[in-house]
């Protein structure tokens, strides 16, 4: 009876102050956060300001900026700019391919169909991320099903055109930066269509019956309607694949040529090598690189899209 009791007394002060329900309901949730996410960040900042003894290999816990002067040096800088190289074209690319399906979606797939297009979409993101990256090592390589699609269709030629062409070919597609750019779109592509279908679902019928009443053709109703109103969408979308390009690290180690990108760098940096200070350092690049591109994604209307 008494804990009855104390259970209706708890409940009626809970439902009386609302604020300190809600308040307690964030609290554990905020604790992690800030602990676990926030607390890692900074002490993952604080590591990128010691260095390493080159002679004993210990990390030498005093501040400087010895480290972050390591990023300038050449072969360093390649893999930033590498990185930065491979995830504007994956976005890029993503946003292509994406546009039209999404535009699909918003315009004219209606009831069941767009039904099925929801879970087209979304179901390649319930299966393996490995196995995915797996399955497109074998469809890129020298005797997979790519290679013998480009053979049956006479685009070969076409084909090791793009192998021979530096900063983007290898021996193969699976071994090459454009076979790594093609999978890492294909694994983020749900992560660009859902934004930019959203951005398309709000442009109102209303201005694109004005447009085309005041005599403006299709294509020109495209260019100064319709897609100024969907780059938000887009752009929502980039933060998405932009991002996630940026940090991966296990995709380029099963595909692509042997040099690395910013997340296998990090990777070996504080294993194999053991040196943490440059791998915090590296890390940092890419939350530095974010927050340049948050803030240009915000002027454009990203965060609107959601």
Known sequence: MAREALSRRLSSVLFAKRGLL?????VPPLLWLGVVYVGSLIALLIQSFFSIDEFSGTIVRE???????????????????????????????????????????????????????????????????LVKVYAWKLLLAKEGAVAWGADRLGATPMVDALLSMPFVGGPSLSVSYLGQALVFAYLWLPFMILPIQAALERVPASLIEASADLGAAPGQTFRTVTLPLALPGVAAGSIFTFSLTLGDYILPQIIGPSTLLLGQTVYVLQGTAGNIPLAAAFAVVPIIVMGFYLFAAKRLGAFDAF
């Open 22 to 26: 809600v308040t307690l309901l964030l």
């Open 63 to 129: 501040f400087t900026l010895k480290t972050y002067a390591e990023l300038l040096r050449p072969a360093n800088l390649d893999v930033i700019l590498r990185t930065l190289a491979i995830a504007t074209f994956v976005t890029f690319a993503s946003a292509v391919l994406a546009f039209p399906i999404a535009y699909y979606a918003a315009r004219y797939a209606r009831g069941r169909t767009k039904a099925t297009f929801y879970i087209a979409i979304v179901m390649p993101l319930w299966s393996s991320y």
